[in-house]
Structures are given as structure tokens and as C-alpha cells.
T-cell receptor, first 115, second 113 residues
């Protein structure tokens, strides 16, 4: 089945620094990738839709200047949390699909802790 | 009203029993429906997806979809302790937003020996 790799699995950073999270589709080309965030005991909330070669589409309430998304190739999307603050601490999960008829597959997630 | 709602749970069933998980959605134009399983601290993993009205079976899992009632369910037969997890119902609206999933809040399932 489709494999989506996410790196790093966990990261601890100091307040004010930036963190980059990578999402790779290993055995298929993903024209579209999605970034979700999940706070403890809550469900996944879509942050943005990442399209290869174009600007990401952000959901309402998500700051595009804070959460920078780059989808430079058909197998790689990155999310950079800029000037991280403790309230950004969360579980960030990417997902990807191949063609339009394929279900989404999720990466293993990145647990971000901002101290 | 939430876009995707699941029975709140937690749901506890004995080993070997049938676990029934329910989900309703508000967007009548929704095209496809997914059930994901999420273990604590882990990312969701796809269990089943269903597009058409009726039942779809895969091993011990059966997904049921009723678009008229805007209802989708997941049955787990012969439940095992390893099935204990949070089950997420997700709905995709289709069209230009294909792939953009809206998740329910999840139902915690516990299968006790």
C-alpha cells in the first residue's frame, strides 16, 4: 500500500525558533498533500492543502505567514512552523494521495513541543 | 451543528462481540467516506472507505452507507483487544475539494478480554 513518510517524529524547540517538518510519498506521486494538526483529545483539523508547484491553500484561521508550506516536487511537501510558541505544541500530521480516486494515507506524524 | 458527528463513546465491548460505530454528516453533497483507526500517540491508519450506498465488507470490518439518511457506520465483528483504539469517521465533499477530509471527533473503543 501507499507509504507516506514524515520526519522528524518528534521535535522539541525553544520559543521563537522555527521548525521544518518533511512529508514524503515513498511509492507514488502526490500532486496534493494535506497538513493536519491534532491537539490532545481532539480530532484532526485540516490546516492547509499543498499543491505541487503552486501556493498552498490555508483553512480559515490558519496563519499562512506562520505555517509556511512548500510543495516543490511530486513526492515532497514541507511545513515550517516559524517563530514557534508554546501554543503551537501539537501533533502535526501530513497526508497524501495519488490520483483523485485514491484514499488519503497519513504520515506517522510529528509531535512538536515548544518550550 | 458539527459537520461530522460520531457517537461520543467511549464504547466498551467484550472480546468476540460486535462493535458498532456510527457517524452522521451534514453535507448532503459528500461523495466519499472513510474510517480511520488511531492508536494513542500515533497517526491515523485507513481501515475502509466507501463511496456507494449499501455495505462493504473487508475481513472483520463492514462499512455501511446510507446517503439518504446521511449516515455511515462501521461494524467490527469478533472484536479483539488489539482493536481498542479511537475510530475516526471522515467525510470528503468531492468535486474540487476532493481529498479534503472533515473528521468527526472520534469514538474510543475498548475491547476487554
Amino acid at each position: 500500500g501507499a507509504v507516506v513518510s514524515q520526519h522528524p517524529s518528534w521535535v522539541i524547540c525553544k520559543s521563537g525558533t522555527s521548525v521544518k517538518i518533511e512529508c514524503r510519498s515513498l511509492d507514488f506521486q502526490a500532486t496534493t498533500m494535506f497538513w493536519y494538526r491534532q491537539f490532545p483529545k481532539q480530532s484532526l483539523m485540516l490546516m492547509a492543502t499543498s499543491n505541487e508547484g503552486s501556493k498552498a491553500t490555508y483553512e480559515q484561521g490558519v496563519e499562512k505567514d506562520k505555517f509556511l508550506i512548500n510543495h516543490a516536487s511530486l513526492t515532497l511537501s514541507t511545513l515550517t512552523v516559524t517563530s514557534a510558541h508554546p501554543e503551537d505544541s501539537s501533533f502535526y500530521i501530513c497526508s497524501a494521495r495519488g490520483d483523485a480516486n485514491s484514499p488519503l494515507h497519513f504520515g506517522n506524524g510529528t509531535r512538536l513541543t515548544v518550550t | 451543528q458539527k459537520e461530522v458527528e460520531q457517537n461520543s463513546g467511549p464504547l466498551s465491548v467484550p472480546e468476540g462481540a460486535i462493535a458498532s460505530l456510527n457517524c452522521t454528516y451534514s453535507d448532503r453533497g459528500s461523495q466519499s467516506f472513510f474510517w480511520y483507526r488511531q492508536y494513542s500517540g500515533k497517526s491515523p491508519e485507513l481501515i475502509m472507505f466507501i463511496y456507494s450506498n449499501g455495505d462493504k465488507e473487508d475481513g472483520r470490518f463492514t462499512a455501511q452507507l446510507n446517503k439518504a439518511s446521511q449516515y455511515v457506520s462501521l461494524l467490527i465483528r469478533d472484536s479483539q483487544p488489539s482493536d481498542s483504539a479511537t475510530y475516526l469517521c471522515a467525510v470528503n465533499a468531492g468535486g474540487t475539494s476532493y481529498g479534503k477530509l472533515t473528521f468527526g471527533q472520534g469514538t474510543i473503543l475498548t475491547v476487554h478480554p
